[in-house]
């Protein structure tokens, strides 16, 4: 992951996120991350990486792991009859990356990754927001979402 966007220039971010199922309790909770089930990035040179997440299954490999893509999804609302949508993630700052893996579990398993962008860090994290009721929320790591946050705290659209 490091060495395929280190020393990139991004250029474009999009997600693919749940819109309705976790909706309750992101726009009343201050959930202190945003949550996605995919990221992609286009750098400069064209290329176009999706970063996905795997849940811990017992197989040794789960966490954050990236894929070649040929293009970047297609913004999108919520279809009908669809809980996902795709939309660019401006919040997320532009410009020279470099990559640092923050936290590794063995060797199969990347949970949190730096991604250095002009003078900002996002923090990308293989992890999840589960509703424990009555307003509370819990994060649980190693799971098949991705929360970001850029220097420390959620982005704001």
């Not at 693919?16 to 996605?36: D, N, W």
């Not at 064209?46 to 070649?68: A, E, N, Q, W």
């Not at 893996?101 to 949970?111: C, E, Q, R, S, W």
């Amino acid at each position: 992951m490091a060495a395929q966007l280190s020393d990139g220039w991004v250029l474009k971010w999009r997600f693919l996120k749940e819109s309705r199922r976790k909706a309750r309790y992101f726009g009343i909770i201050r959930v202190p991350y945003l949550q996605f089930i995919s990221i992609d990035v286009q750098l400069n040179d064209g290329s176009v990486y999706r970063m996905l997440s795997h849940y811990d299954d017992g197989t040794g490999c789960y966490g954050l792991y990236l894929l070649v893509q040929d293009a970047m999804d297609t913004p999108s609302g919520a279809e009908s009859g669809s809980i996902y949508r795709t939309r660019e993630l401006s919040e997320l700052p532009i410009g020279a990356a470099t990559v640092k893996i923050t936290d590794i579990d063995g060797p199969n398993a990347v949970l949190r990754v730096d991604i250095v962008v002009g003078t900002h860090t996002v923090s990308c994290w293989a992890a999840e927001v589960y509703d424990r009721g009555g307003g509370d929320f819990a994060v649980v790591d190693r799971d098949e979402s991705i929360l970001v946050q850029v220097d420390g705290v959620r982005p704001v659209h």
